[in-house]
């Protein structure tokens, strides 16, 4: 890396800092969790978004915070999406959000994994935070 690039960075990293490190406290991820959620409804569909990397490096960093600090069973998309089904009496053929009852099949059995689409979608539906889902995200 240039010497010139190091020094640019070295002089943003103050004022971006706080929204691109791995949190270590629950006021840390919350923030992440927050602006993830903030990004998601200014991006919403469009898939080639400017910010839609931040939206991924995001994801990543709250994704890291859950695995190490949250137990398993908050942290487990699959697990979160039965659930969420399973307290508003619905079917897989109800989330046509996701795709046919065929794709949610393959999701809910783990031989699928949800894309980002279905993350903002889903979050929006159930009224949670994306974080909910982003263990099991693939590329769309």
Do not use: C
Request: proline share 5%; glycine share 4%; aromatic share 4%.
């Amino acid at each position: 890396m240039k010497k010139i690039e190091l020094n640019r960075i070295e002089n943003l990293w103050p004022d971006i800092q706080p929204f691109l490190s791995v949190p270590h406290n629950e006021g840390e991820y919350n923030r992440l969790v927050s602006l993830l959620d903030e990004l998601i409804d200014r991006i919403g569909e469009e898939e080639h978004h400017p910010l839609s990397s931040l939206m991924e490096t995001l994801s990543t960093l709250i994704e890291g915070y859950e695995k190490k600090h949250l137990p398993p069973s908050q942290s487990d998309a699959i697990s979160a999406l039965k659930f969420l089904m399973k307290e508003h009496g619905l079917r897989q053929s109800d989330l046509v959000e996701v795709g046919s009852q065929g794709v949610v099949s393959e999701i809910l059995s783990g031989k699928r994994k949800l894309n980002l689409r279905q993350v903002r979608r889903l979050s929006s539906r159930f009224n949670v935070s994306p974080a909910v889902f982003i263990d099991e995200v693939e590329e769309s």
